[in-house]
């Protein structure tokens, strides 16, 4: 029976089932849970005390600043900012407490903690609900960093036989992504010799982007290029 707290993970990797192209289903869980986390802070939690202290001490990184200021929803950030700033007059002398300071993002932080729990929740229902691991089976990919934080959870908490199972069918979801990534890039980059210039890009065009998601995760910073002949690298 579905729960709550699966909901989220099983929408997901059905997103992904119907349009491949979305690619890895926790880079699409993470970009939901930041888009939530950035509309509350800047809406009435703010003004709530025990998040207000949290954002006094912890403050944002600059891609997060940056999308909150997207929401233009200035007064928030002024209210936000009026506080935290009078926390960083109190760290000045502190030169450990500024380096925690930059290393330190409230909305990172709290992004972290709720995809661990969605890994979490994939790894076990992969074990426990068969019309999951269908779904997961036809996944067309997962970025580097989130295969390795599925493999590394499921490495501990995982039983030898259910272990051997996940990483049979995770290794080789990757691996064919993996070979077919990388002929794109490949013929990606003969389409810039003359002597293939006549020849059909087939599914090389983005393959740069493709191989950037691939290897470092979409959260929606990687722009799309345009592909064409125009490039100065080009070898006519």
Known sequence: MEQIYTIPVNEAFDKVGEEPSLGCPFCLLFRK???DELDIILGASMMEPDIRKKTNDMGFCLTHYRKMLGRRRRLGMGLILESHLSEVKKK?????????????????ARI???????????????????AFRKKYESVPFFCLPHYRAMADYAKKKCGRRVYAAFSEVTENIESAYLEKLTGDVSWFCKKFDYRYEEE?????KDAIER????LSSD???IPRAETGGSDTDSRK
Do not use: H, Q
């Open 92 to 108: 000045m002398r502190s030169l450990p407490s500024l380096l925690a300071l930059e290393e330190d993002c409230y909305v990172c």
């Open 219 to 221: 959260t929606g910073e």
């Open 33 to 35: 849970l930041e888009d």
């Open 112 to 130: 972290e903690k709720n995809l661990t729990a969605m890994i979490a929740t994939a790894v076990y229902l992969f074990e426990t609900d068969p």
């Open 200 to 204: 059909p890009w087939y599914d090389s």
């Open 211 to 214: 191989s950037i998601r691939f």
